[in-house]
């Protein structure tokens, strides 16, 4: 058994990469490394980056500058090392300028090669202040393959990387850049992962990728399965309760993956369904492959499938182009579908993408009055969602203690926290059924309706 060692790990930008830091995690455990809050006094540093618009990124130099102060004081002894390194897409994308601007960086390596940290921290270890160590190769295959089975428990509700890259390149976005080509895990590395968290104590699994409804992963006895298939597989695993997925592009919400929606208890009735945009313009110069009646047709014959489902959405204002009647398109897309939750950004030019040589670019301020308006209108519709709440019954699924005591949070089926007082720690982890008593903006407040002997989601009407 090797001594402990403290590794500190920062995670910006997406879920997937919080499940690859937890991944990171798993791989140096065997090798000594414990987990802290404090970056003060660690044997290792990991900043797994994003680099998805420009403020995320300029984030991760800003952190540097601290974490060099850190690194400085645990080594003045001449004896202690602090490696630092930085992992994930600005790493990928990156890499070499960062080596020559952060001379105290000792390891730069991207999403595709965590399998190999262990051997990378070794030789970093070995290494005196001049062998730095870049590593930003592709595939994701590899990875899959060689990464250990997830050890760090998630919890109740737990992520499952199922798909990683994109080659759908919309123009604004490096993520075909930064992660590669799509790349699907087998059918069956999936089911034995989510068996593997079910036995752990997992109720929900989100399964993730950066366009995990692209999925097609080898079934066990040739040919592949779609990613309806796979959930229709996944919602057959006992003590399993709740299913989600995220992040898809309607381009590929096929029939099967419809029809999932119809036939599967398991699978929540809550979706995140990027559009962008609303007009039909800006789609097509952001090459996202479908236009605003695309758009308005799928979610039409998913709601048909699932009368409950609602959405969530992302979209970007001011990108290169957009006009004011543009914009105007994305407001009346936002009225005539409604979104429950959304994230919403303004257009960040990112290197290397063919949008941000696009003339036209969206002065600084037209983006900030155009994203207010936006956010205005989309929080208007997520109170309305949660007031329309009030009264209902929804199975909630109760994760963590609450800032109150003697209080419980979980997650209602569309994914709004909800509070709820007076029941024993022992109801975490259990899936109750909550009369809905308050609406506020970002979350909701329950009392018990049943006793807490939960029946599973799989076996009621979700709200
Ligand atoms: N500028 C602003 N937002 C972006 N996104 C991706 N690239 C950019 C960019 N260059 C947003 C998209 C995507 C989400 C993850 O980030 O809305 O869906
Ligand atoms: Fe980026 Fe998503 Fe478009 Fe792929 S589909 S290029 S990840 S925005």
Redesign the pocket.
């Known amino acids: 058994m090797s001594e402990t060692k403290k590794l500190f790990v920062k995670t910006y930008g ?1 879920q997937m990469n919080v499940y690859d830091s937890q991944r990171m995690q798993d791989v140096l455990a065997p090798l000594g490394y414990q987990p802290v809050d404090d970056p003060k006094g660690a044997d290792m540093v990991i900043l797994n980056t994003c680099h ?2 420009e403020k995320a990124s300029e984030k991760v130099f800003s952190d540097l500058g601290r974490i060099r102060k850190h690194k400085k004081a645990k080594e003045a002894n001449g004896k202690d090392r602090m490696i630092v390194a930085v992992a994930g897409c600005v790493a990928q994308a990156e890499g070499a300028e960062l080596m020559r601007r952060e001379p105290m960086v000792d390891m730069v390596f991207g999403p595709q090669t965590y399998h190999r940290l262990p051997e990378m921290v070794a030789r970093a270890n070995r290494a005196i202040g001049r062998d730095r160590i870049i590593d930003t190769d592709f595939p994701a295959e590899e990875k899959f393959d060689h990464l250990p089975e997830q050890v760090s428990r998630q919890g109740f509700s737990a992520f499952l990387a199922i798909q990683e890259g994109c080659d759908k390149f919309c123009t ?3 993520v075909p850049y930064t992660r590669g080509a799509e790349y699907s895990r087998p059918g069956m590395d999936v089911i034995n992962e989510a068996r593997q968290l079910v036995a752990k104590g997992t109720r929900e699994i989100t399964l993730l990728g950066q366009n995990v409804n692209a999925y097609h992963g080898a079934g066990p006895t040739g040919g592949e399965w779609s990613l309806g298939r796979l959930l229709r597989e996944l919602s057959d695993i006992d003590g399993l309760d709740r299913i989600r997925y995220t ?1 898809s592009h309607p381009r590929d919400v096929d029939d099967d993956l419809i029809a999932a929606h119809r036939d599967l208890p398991k699978l929540m009735p809550f979706l995140h369904l ?1 559009v ?1 945009a609303g007009s039909d313009r800006v789609l097509q110069a952001m090459n996202r492959k479908h236009d605003g009646a695309g758009y308005r047709d799928i979610v039409a014959k998913l709601k048909d499938a699932c009368p409950d489902l609602a959405l969530s959405s ?3 204002v001011g990108f290169p182009g957009e006009s004011d009647k543009d914009f105007e398109d994305t407001m009346q897309m936002v009225r005539d579908i409604t979104f429950i939750q959304a ?1 919403s ?6 290197p290397g ?1 063919p949008a941000s040589a696009m003339e036209l670019q969206v002065p600084e301020p037209v983006k900030t009055e155009r994203i207010m308006r936006l956010q205005a209108l989309l929080a208007e519709q997520q109170l309305e969602f949660n007031r329309n709440c009030l009264g209902r019954e929804m199975d909630v699924l109760l994760e963590r203690f609450g800032k109150l005591d003697g209080q419980l949070v979980g997650k209602s089926p569309y994914m709004q926290p909800v509070h709820v007082s007076g029941l024993p720690e022992t109801a975490l982890g259990q899936i109750v059924r909550l009369k809905i008593i308050e609406a506020l903006p970002n979350s909701l407040g329950g009392e018990l309706v049943d006793t807490p002997v939960q029946k599973r989601d799989s076996e009621r009407n979700v709200a």
């Open positions: 997406c998805i618009r604004f976005c490096v992040t990027p962008q992302d979209f970007i994230f950004f303004k257009y960040s030019p990112r993408t």
